[in-house]
């Protein structure tokens, strides 16, 4: 006879695997980024954490800063030393491979399948994500009548969550 509680936690067991599974993620290791971000933590002594996480479809790069506020001038001069890594010869050498290698397929449109890269400033100690700084591998949005333009990681697109206002990247730039 089969006891009802060991087929309940089998069911509960495998459960949880199906969702674990489902949101996997995995810390980046890559050499240029573990260069960068050192050099970002003795940069910036207001950045109390750095972190980034390889999740489908995207990857989370988390900056964490102390004190009630980050002041306008230094959150955009963090942002431009970021934008210019993550866009960088250096780093998209290895990350490309990396990201090929680690995007899922599901619901991807695109070939190849590239993940976006996020920014988002936070207050340490909060999940609150008060900026976001985007970028996508392809240019504009999807497009079943033509071929996607690779982009790169060149254009970024800004969401200061605070005032919801998008900030628009001068032509200029």
């Known amino acids: 006879m089969r006891h009802p509680g060991r087929i309940?936690?089998?069911?509960?067991?495998?459960?949880?695997?199906?969702l674990t599974g489902?949101?996997?993620?995995?810390?980046?290791?890559?050499?240029?980024?573990?260069?960068?971000?050192?050099?970002?933590?003795?940069?910036?002594n207001c950045i109390?954490?750095?972190?980034?996480e390889q999740y489908y479809p995207w990857l989370d790069v988390n900056i964490y800063y102390g004190g009630d506020t980050l002041p306008e001038e230094t959150r955009e001069e963090i942002l431009e030393?970021?934008?210019a890594f993550l866009?960088?010869?250096?780093?998209?050498?290895e990350y490309v491979p990396y990201g090929l290698e680690?995007?899922?397929?599901?619901?991807?449109?695109v070939d190849p399948p590239m993940p976006d890269i996020n920014i988002e400033i936070m207050r340490y100690g909060s999940d609150t994500r008060e900026y976001t700084s985007s970028?996508?591998?392809?240019?504009?949005?999807y497009r079943s009548d033509r071929k996607m333009?690779?982009?790169?990681?060149?254009?970024?697109?800004?969401l200061d969550r605070t005032t919801n206002t998008w900030i628009v990247p001068s032509e200029t730039e």
């Open 81 to 83: 030393d970021f934008h």
């Open 135 to 141: 970028a996508s591998y392809y240019a504009g949005g």
């Open 48 to 52: 109390r954490h750095l972190e980034a």
């Open 87 to 93: 866009s960088g010869e250096e780093f998209l050498a």
């Open 149 to 158: 333009t690779v982009d790169n990681y060149q254009t970024w697109s800004d």
């Open 22 to 44: 489902c949101m996997r993620s995995a810390p980046l290791k890559l050499s240029s980024w573990k260069d960068f971000r050192r050099e970002m933590l003795d940069k910036y």
């Open 102 to 109: 680690h995007v899922s397929d599901q619901e991807v449109y």
């Open 8 to 18: 309940f936690a089998c069911a509960l067991l495998a459960a949880m695997l199906c």
